[in-house]
């Protein structure tokens, strides 16, 4: 099975240490668009943007992006509770025409209780993945080409639908990662793709196993990804000296001020990230080959996969017998690491290199009238 594996935009900062400014790089939309333009050549499927206060918008980062890339997929955040679904649909399928096909979409419906409160989302953990339900049940129908009714706990709309479809039928796909049962059950009945941060495979199989079996149990089938930083090199001995040296400036106090911040959140997916090293950093290969320093000052994906180029891509290939098919690899700085993933990494696998999307027809309308209707040509008789 040919792997696709996606890179990362630091739109929250980059540098060359974690948890300090020593080495740090200013990220501005010249540099984006290296790291973007860098993607694109070297073949990587796509780009997470991630999201949130303290990241650049992730929608405006990809339209920004797509006309100086060609074959580069954008996976954009979705955040229920701060927009209507039928206003995200409308977005999606904007971001989908303009970008001829390459908008994919990530279901994000946790973070930090402050953040969460500073943009006016007040709701438990349960009652979020009721909300993120209800919400991408609307998106999907009213993408997909419904006039969509319906009436929930905290969604409600009426006679919701699109004029402008987008380009991927029958909708673009829809990603999310969740570790909690009701995250699970979200994904077996709505995603099309399940991401996990990278834990050791043993537990990335359990969760793949639990996911596939509640997808089935409606009749669906379920794809996978990981999310994963790496550190690549030409030996294995130069790739753990490189690991070390990224956390060469983190001292204890950061460190327990990092794990103390993250513990806020009712996230079960960080909370299973921090216990891989529990803020202790003399037990950080938890796994042959995977990392856990990144975890001690990072939020969210915390492991990284160290090697040369054929040991990452032995233990790429040890996710990818257990069903993960789409891999997003990241690493500091995130332009350099690129190029050391396409050189180093990427002549090791079986690599699934997108197309270019060729032009397609557009059909011509003229202005919308009344908010609803297309004006229709007149035949000449």
């Known amino acids: 099975m040919s ?3 996606f890179w990362f935009l630091p739109t929250h900062g980059d540098g060359h240490y974690l948890g300090t400014s020593e080495g740090a790089r200013p990220v501005d939309h010249g540099y984006l668009q290296q790291i973007a333009q860098a993607a694109d050549r070297l073949g990587f499927g796509g780009v997470l943007i991630p999201t949130g206060r303290s990241c650049e918008d992730a929608w405006l980062v990809a339209a920004s992006l797509i006309p100086v ?3 580069l997929r954008f996976l954009v955040a979705l955040r229920p509770g701060v927009i209507s679904p039928t206003q995200a649909a409308r977005q999606a399928a904007t971001l989908d025409r303009l970008s001829n096909g390459r908008a994919l979409f990530n279901l994000v419906t946790g973070g930090d209780p402050e953040e ?5 989302v007040f709701l438990d953990h349960h009652e979020r993945y009721v909300e993120s339900a209800e919400f991408t049940r609307v998106w999907r129908r009213v993408l997909e080409g419904e006039t969509v009714d319906y009436e929930g ?5 009426r006679g919701a639908r699109l004029l402008f479809d987008p380009v991927q039928q029958p909708r673009p796909p829809l990603w999310f990662g969740g570790s909690s049962e009701p995250a699970q059950a979200l994904a077996a009945e709505q995603v099309d793709v399940y991401l996990t941060w990278g834990e050791p495979p043993a537990l990335v199989k359990e969760k793949i196993e639990q996911v ?3 997808a089935e149990a409606q009749g669906r089938k379920v794809r996978f990804g990981i999310r994963l930083h790496v550190i690549v090199r030409e030996t294995n001995e130069e790739a753990w000296r490189a690991a ?3 956390i060469a400036h983190l001292d204890d106090a950061t460190i327990a001020k990092a794990q103390a911040a993250f513990a806020r959140t009712d996230s079960v997916g960080q909370q299973r990230m921090a216990a891989l090293h529990s803020g202790r950093r003399d037990q950080l290969e938890i796994s042959p080959n995977l990392w856990a320093g990144v975890g001690l000052v990072r939020g969210g994906a915390g492991t990284a996969l160290v090697g040369d180029g054929p040991t990452v891509a032995a233990r790429m290939q040890e996710y990818a017998d257990l069903g993960i098919e789409t891999f997003i690899l990241s690493g500091y700085p995130h332009l ?4 050391r993933v396409g050189e180093l990494l990427f002549p090791h696998l079986d690599l699934e290199v997108p197309q270019i999307p060729q032009p397609r027809s557009v059909k011509a309308f003229g202005e919308t009238v009344a908010n609803d209707f297309r004006p229709q040509k007149v035949s000449q008789s």
Do not use: C
């Open 3 to 5: 792997l696709s594996v």
């Open 69 to 71: 890339t060609q074959r």
């Open 116 to 120: 969460l409160a500073g943009d006016g």
């Open 153 to 157: 706990k905290y969604v409600n709309v």
């Open 212 to 214: 596939r079996a509640k």
């Open 244 to 246: 070390d040296r990224l």
């Open 336 to 339: 350099e690491e690129a190029y």
